[in-house]
């Protein structure tokens, strides 16, 4: 069973730093793109930021390019996001979710999602 | 950037009867040389991940049930479930991923009547 598990969110001042987590289980890591997904309270869904199997690519949305660094450890089956210079509107809860196997022509939608950390970027 | 959007933003359905939500891609994200769509749609119920109903914009995800059916090619796509069930209710969202950002359209929110 593919499992997908967040960890890391809590509150942090406008500014400031936080590193969220998503450890996962039930498939080949390593196989697979991974993308962080994020929701506003109340509001729709926003891709953050993608990684290819190898870290050897990485994308972000413009809003957090910059700021945000995604980042894996293929040997802990790890997820990280790395976010810095917090602003009030990332205040959201991030989603792990897993991507791409990135064979040629292989289904692209995120088949699987963690249950998300919460994120609250406030003073 | 791929704009998707939705309409309606909300819609009101009876139990039993059809529901019926578009999308609207800023351009194709149809694959020509495969003749794929690369469009997806998900469901979202309060306190919970999206779950993907829908994949190649017509691709059922297993176990989904049959009265969620997804059509359109190009930039015009259609989520329709076809007899309205209580468990139903949820915002579903429409995504392309045939480019980076993959973008969202901003979902529909889908009550009974």
């Known amino acids: 069973e593919v499992q997908l598990v967040e960890s890391g969110g809590g509150l942090v001042q406008p500014g400031g730093s936080l590193r969220l987590s998503c450890a996962a289980s039930g498939f080949t890591f390593s196989s697979y793109w991974m993308s962080w997904v994020r929701q506003a309270p109340g509001k729709g869904l926003e891709w953050v930021a993608n990684?290819?199997?190898?870290?050897?690519?990485?994308y972000y949305v413009d809003s957090v390019k910059g700021r945000f660094i995604i980042s894996r450890d293929n040997a802990k089956n790890s997820l990280y996001l790395q976010m810095n210079s917090l602003r009030a509107e990332d205040t959201a809860v991030y989603y792990c979710?897993?991507?791409?196997?990135?064979?040629?022509?292989?289904?692209?939608?995120?088949?699987?999602w963690g249950q998300g950390t919460l994120v609250t970027v406030s003073s | 950037d791929i704009v998707m959007t939705q309409s309606p933003d909300s819609l009101a359905v009876s139990l039993g009867e059809r529901a019926t939500i578009n999308c609207k891609s800023s351009?194709?994200?149809?694959?020509?040389?495969?003749?794929?769509?690369?469009l997806a749609w998900y469901q979202q119920k309060p306190g919970q991940p999206p779950k993907v109903l829908i994949y190649?914009?017509?691709t059922r995800q297993s176990g989904v049930p049959d009265r969620f059916s997804g059509s359109g090619s190009g930039t015009d796509f259609t989520l329709t479930i076809s007899s309205l069930q209580a468990e139903d209710v949820a915002v579903y969202y429409c995504q392309q991923y045939y480019s980076t950002p993959r973008t969202f359209g901003q979902g529909t929110k889908v009550e009974i009547k």
């Open positions: 979710a897993r991507d791409s196997s990135g064979d040629n022509y292989a289904r692209e939608d995120f088949e699987y």
């Open positions: 990684i290819k199997h190898d870290g050897s690519e990485r």
């Open positions: 351009q194709s994200v149809l694959y020509t040389s495969i003749n794929k769509n690369y």
């Open positions: 190649w914009a017509s």
